[in-house]
Nanobody, 120 residues
C-alpha cells in the first residue's frame, strides 16, 4: 500500500508563500489530492491532480493563489501556496486515490498532515 509523507508546512505572515510536498512510496502512480482541516471544522478539498498531471482541480477559495503539480516521475506532488491569508491556517493533508476526485470519501490513503499557520 502506498505511503504518503507531507512536508513544507510552517508559519508565515499574510501575503507570504509556502510550498508543500507530498512524497508517495512505490512505483505506482495515483491520482492525488490536497485537503485541509482547520480547528473545529470539517476537512475540505483544496486541489487535485490526475496521475498524468494533465488534469487539475482547485477549490474556488484558492484559485489564483494555490497551484498543484507533480514531478516527472509522478511520485511527489506539490502545492504551491501564494498570497496566503489567515483563513488558510489549517492542517494540510495529501491523499491518494484511483480516479481524480474532489471528495474526501473517494480517497483511501492519507498522509499524516502538516500544519500551516498564517498570521495577520
Amino acid at each position: 500500500q502506498v505511503q504518503l509523507v507531507e512536508s513544507g508546512g510552517g508559519s508565515v505572515q499574510a501575503g507570504g508563500s509556502l510550498r508543500l510536498s507530498c512524497a508517495a512510496s512505490g512505483a505506482t502512480r495515483y491520482d492525488m489530492g490536497w485537503f485541509r482541516q482547520a480547528s473545529g471544522k470539517e476537512r475540505e478539498f483544496v486541489a487535485a491532480i490526475s496521475r498524468s498531471g494533465g488534469t487539475t482541480f482547485h477549490a474556488d477559495s484558492v484559485k489564483g493563489r494555490f497551484s498543484i503539480s507533480r514531478d516527472n516521475a509522478g511520485n511527489t506532488v506539490y502545492l504551491q501556496m501564494n498570497s496566503l491569508k489567515p483563513e488558510d491556517t489549517a492542517v494540510y493533508y495529501c491523499a491518494a486515490t484511483v480516479g481524480i476526485s474532489t471528495s474526501t470519501r473517494d480517497y483511501g490513503t492519507w498522509g499524516q498532515g502538516t500544519q500551516v499557520t498564517v498570521s495577520s
